[in-house]
């Protein structure tokens, strides 16, 4: 790349940032730097809840997934990996239904009223993983659009852009962050718009779209994989599940409809990008965005980037007010430690800083990020049967135990090689991955109900004790 064209690159970084934090509000209060409300105490409106739902859940790692997908299995992989965003309209529904039913002000506040202190805080700990997770996923993408890893320029742009998203979400928290989801979805539409120009006249639309099969071994594995994981995966991220929690219920539902369908449409349409590759012979390798931006000139390869930006830093402050209400507000109530005030905008900044920091160590240290979603959905399958069956039990912390502790074994064994190939479901990439979300649903579910149909059998009492 010639100094120029880095010039563009680390240019329009720069400008990114700075106008970023221009144009995001400032919050002076604790209820709008967590909540999202504005300085008259006023709820997010429905469009911008939509737009922040829609863009905040286009992780840059996920269309990379996407991409790649399509090229490894034509429009079969984009559709597997565009299912996960069904998930968005799935949650909104539980919330919908925890909202009027309980009353809950929170999912640890749901949690702790059905199953136990205990469980809410097994729940947080998967989210805080969950969260750090996504911090050095989403700056190691971007950082791939100015260097390899072990070059200066991938650390240092990916370092860069955490400082920028990090300053304008310590300005306004997510207030901030829900302000600058609707220009960084604007953004992203725009420049996927702009990709696709270049793309699509390039091929034949009808083989561009009904490349790939419906087979197991073919990607259909990870198709029905997100079909199971569409009922548990949504719930272990704050990103989307807080957001369900800042307006009226029949607004937050409408959004969460609205921005799942249009997050399943641009995923779907974003993987196309890896199904030009294939058909175009080009060597994808891990980012097949890249790679054919790469293919078809410096203006491809820059769109690519700046859909990659917007997406990343979307996700990336809205991990940072993530972190900062469940390390500042949320762990403090589980602990009974705080009183129902909310805590000062100073104790979520320190969450924010110190996170910036330690979440971009795994970069360092070069960890795959294209095995964060399967992965880490598996070890949550067992929160399915808590937020689905709910309704069946007022008061049972061992059913939340017994589901929630399989799945998190089953994804354990599967991450280290130790389930048994005989649960294997097909012969594809995915047959282990397929089987252990199936067989482990089936378990996990059996474990959420053990305990209920002992409390029914045998008395109340005798199972009924928190764990």
């Given amino acids: 790349m010639s100094f120029a064209e880095a010039g563009l690159f680390w240019g329009f970084l720069i400008v990114y940032g700075v106008v970023m934090y221009a144009l995001s509000p400032r919050s002076t209060n604790p209820a709008s730097f967590y909540r999202g409300a504005d300085e008259r105490g006023n709820p997010v409106g429905q469009w911008q809840l939509t737009a922040s739902i829609f863009i905040s859940w286009i992780f840059a790692k996920s269309v990379t997934n996407a991409a790649n997908l399509g090229a490894a299995y034509g429009v079969v992989g984009g559709l597997a990996y565009a299912t996960y965003w069904l998930s968005i309209p799935v949650a909104g529904y539980i919330i919908y239904l925890i909202r009027t039913q309980t009353g809950a002000t929170s999912l640890q506040d749901f949690l ?3 199953f136990g202190r205990l469980a809410a805080l097994a729940f947080a700990a998967a989210i805080l993983i969950r969260l750090y997770n996504e911090v050095w996923s989403n700056t190691a ?48 539409v725009f420049f996927v718009a702009a990709v696709l120009f270049l793309i699509v006249p390039a091929n034949d639309t009808g083989t561009l779209l009904t490349t790939g099969e419906f087979r197991l071994d073919a990607g259909a594995d990870l198709l029905l994989v997100a079909g199971l994981q ?24 409408k959004s969460f409809v609205v921005a799942g369908l249009l997050g399943f449409v641009a995923v779907f349409i974003f993987s196309l990008v890896g199904v030009h590759a294939q058909l ?48 500042a507000v949320d762990l403090p109530r589980l602990a009974r430690r705080a009183s129902e005030k909310i805590p000062s905008m100073r104790a979520g900044a320190v969450v ?51 589901s929630f502790w399989s799945g998190i074994v089953l994804g354990v064994l599967l991450a280290i090689g130790l389930i048994p190939a005989s649960w294997n479901i097909g012969e594809g990439k995915y047959a282990a991955l ?9 378990i996990c579910t059996a474990g959420f109900f053990l305990p209920i149909i002992a409390q029914r059998l045998f008395g109340r009492r005798a199972v009924s004790r928190e764990a």
């Fill in 352 to 402: 924010m800083v110190a996170f910036a920091i330690l979440g971009n160590l795994p970069m360092f240290a070069g960890t795959d990020i294209l095995k964060a979603t399967t992965i880490s959905g598996t070890m949550v399958m067992g929160l399915a049967p808590v937020f689905l069956f709910y309704g069946f039990t007022r008061w049972s912390p061992w059913s939340f135990h017994l």
């Fill in 230 to 253: 569409i009922f548990s995966y949504p719930f272990h991220d704050p990103v989307l599940t807080d957001r369900g929690f800042v307006n009226r219920e029949k607004t937050m539902l």
């Fill in 141 to 188: 993408v971007v950082g791939g659009y100015f260097g390899l890893p072990g070059d200066w320029q991938y650390y240092t742009a990916a370092m860069l852009f955490t400082a920028f998203t990090l300053a304008y979400s310590l300005k306004g928290g997510l207030r901030s962050s829900i302000f600058t989801d609707v220009i960084q979805a604007v953004l992203f």
């Fill in 112 to 114: 702790t009223s059905r």
């Fill in 434 to 442: 397929l089987g252990v979300n199936a067989w482990g649903i089936l």
């Fill in 280 to 327: 175009n012979g080009i060597e994808a390798g891990s980012n097949a965005p890249a790679a054919v931006g790469a293919a078809l000139g410096l203006t491809a390869l820059f769109f690519m980037s700046v859909v990659m930006m917007t997406s990343a830093g979307s996700t990336l402050d809205s991990t940072f007010t993530s972190l900062a209400k469940s390390i």
